[in-house]
């Protein structure tokens, strides 16, 4: 067992009692989180590379923290793999990026932070991810092209084709729009410029907002498509996710569908992997919803969502469901079957709660205009957090106005459209952890908020319907194991 020292004693106090501290997705022990970097399965072994600052829970003097996992749900926490070198082109952050194999050697491409200038830097592992050594000839690309004027010149995503290194990075093109630059190396460390892979005009908001830049672009084949991932900056702050899905030829991609891996307010800069059973995992950093001072006072801010694996469904739309791996964390099981629902009020549920759960419920949406779950409500109803799907607008969301009595948080109503077939049900895949709700709906859409209930009795459950009858076939809820052995049992190097 780890001997703590005092400062991490009193974190390790604070954590225990901390009703927002998740109990079963991965964050580092205090600090800062932001986006998952340089996703890999190394020796059967997957890596989570993360942005972190260790000094506190605010976006600063990034490093990258590392941790891994034989399973995906419980996590090692292992050495910073990469901090800040004084007077190198890094001094002032080790950016987001990616990791691969190179014949055999752990390779990083990350974004060094140097003043102004945010450029491609490599480092190399001879022992198992854990000691990192930069290239002395960072940065490995020395200016974004020069016929371009970029807006943004950062976030890495690399793969191999026929023994060829390429790599996007996200960038926006002033008074044009929001990019992911193509590149094109023989060895990871002399790269050409070849032209942007695709990019979208900063003035097109349908069927989304594409914005005036890119960030952590994500470029992989799944099926017999192809999938460019982005998270969307407007200059002053993250505003959404988006998905293309298309087609990837002679190094020019055309997407005939977008849409997003998740329609949260929370979720933002996704990075995916390739594991040993061909799966496409994705994790995304869920922001914070509170203040920078609440998060500070917490001592961490940010969470790792939990893996999701993407596929394609039979239309070729892009799916996300949750890693079966998390079935382990089940616990006790409440079951319910064949409950009509008629819109006379709220169907709360007797001797069944919790901040940490898994919930699946199926939904018949019968005559209702409107149905859904309460989750995380008062016994009084003051606080409660509402998933609701329109039938009429085939939208689902989350709302989350009155998840807090705390004014001092963010709240909203953040959704997308999930189409049903007449006859459809509607599967709504709930994970609740501490101030997490995750929610897949028939593995089509996600949305992932982050809540702040104040009142200790604020674990209620219930369902509803509007405007007329629906039914709810089955709801299965389990209790939700931690993933994570108490704070001051946690190995350092294990
Ligand atoms: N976070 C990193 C950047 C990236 C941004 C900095 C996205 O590399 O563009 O922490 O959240």
């Known amino acids: 067992m780890t001997i703590l020292q005092p400062r991490e004693r009193d974190a390790s106090a604070r954590a225990q009692i901390d009703p927002h501290r998740p109990r079963y997705h991965f964050l580092p022990r205090e600090g800062w989180l932001n986006d998952p970097n ?4 190394w020796k059967g072994t997957y890596h989570l590379f993360y942005q972190h600052n260790p000094d506190g829970a605010w976006h600063g003097t990034i490093h990258w923290g590392h941790a891994k996992s034989r399973d995906l749900v419980h996590w090692t926490h292992l050495p910073i793999a990469l901090a800040p070198t004084p007077g190198s082109p890094d001094e002032d952050g080790c ?13 990083i491409i990350y974004t060094g932070v140097q003043g102004e200038r945010q450029l491609p830097c490599l480092a190399t592992s001879d022992d198992e991810l854990i000691t990192w050594h930069k290239s002395p ?34 960038s926006g093109i002033k008074d044009v729009g929001a990019t992911a630059l193509l590149y094109r190396s023989d060895d990871l460390r002399h790269w050409e410029y070849l032209h942007p892979l695709y990019g979208r005009d900063k003035g097109q908001s349908e069927p989304m907002r594409t914005g005036p830049m890119w960030e952590c ?4 084949a799944l099926g017999n498509r192809h999938v460019l991932i982005v998270s969307v900056h407007d200059g002053v702050a993250p505003v959404s996710t988006i998905s293309f899905v298309g ?12 849409g997003s891996p998740d329609f949260g307010a929370s979720f933002y800069a996704p990075q995916s992997m390739t594991d040993t059973q061909g799966r496409r995992i994705m994790w995304g950093w869920l922001r914070e919803e509170r203040r920078r001072e609440a998060q500070r006072a917490a001592g961490w801010s940010g969470v790792m969502s939990l893996p999701r694996v993407l596929s394609l469904s039979p239309a070729g739309a892009l799916t996300v469901a949750p890693a079966p791996e998390l079935r382990v964390l089940r616990g006790k099981r409440d079951r319910l079957v064949d409950r009509v629902v008629p819109p006379d009020g709220l169907h709360v549920m007797e001797g069944v709660e919790g901040a940490a759960l898994e919930i699946v419920a199926d939904f018949e949406p019968g005559g209702a205009t409107a149905f859904g779950l309460l989750v995380r409500r008062s016994s009084d109803g003051r606080e409660e957090t509402r998933i609701v799907y329109d039938c009429h607008q085939q939208r689902l969301a989350i709302d989350t106005q009155r998840s807090s009595l705390d004014t001092n948080v963010h709240a909203g109503v953040h ?7 007449p006859g459809e049900t509607l599967r709504l895949h709930v994970f609740l952890d501490q101030s997490i709700v995750e929610l897949f709906a028939n593995d089509l859409a996600c949305i992932t908020e982050r809540i702040y209930p104040s009142r200790a009795d604020s674990l209620g459950l219930g369902f509803f319907s509007e405007g007329g009858t629906a039914k709810l076939r089955s709801m299965d809820i389990w209790e939700m ?10 190995n350092v190097t294990e």
């Open 137 to 170: 000839r960072n940065p490995i690309i020395v200016a974004p092209p020069s016929d371009l004027d970029t807006v943004i010149f950062r976030d890495h995503s690399v793969w191999n084709e026929a023994g060829v290194w390429y790599q996007v990075i996200g």
């Open 217 to 220: 672009p994500d470029f992989f």
């Open 481 to 490: 194991q931690p993933a994570w052995p108490p704070w001051n049992e946690i």
């Open 95 to 107: 950016f987001s990026g990616c990791a691969v194999g190179d014949h055999g050697v752990p390779t």
């Open 415 to 421: 959704g997308g459209t999930v189409p049903l077939a």
């Open 38 to 41: 340089g996703l890999i399965q």
């Open 247 to 258: 087609h990837y030829e002679q190094h020019r991609f055309t997407s005939d569908r977008t």
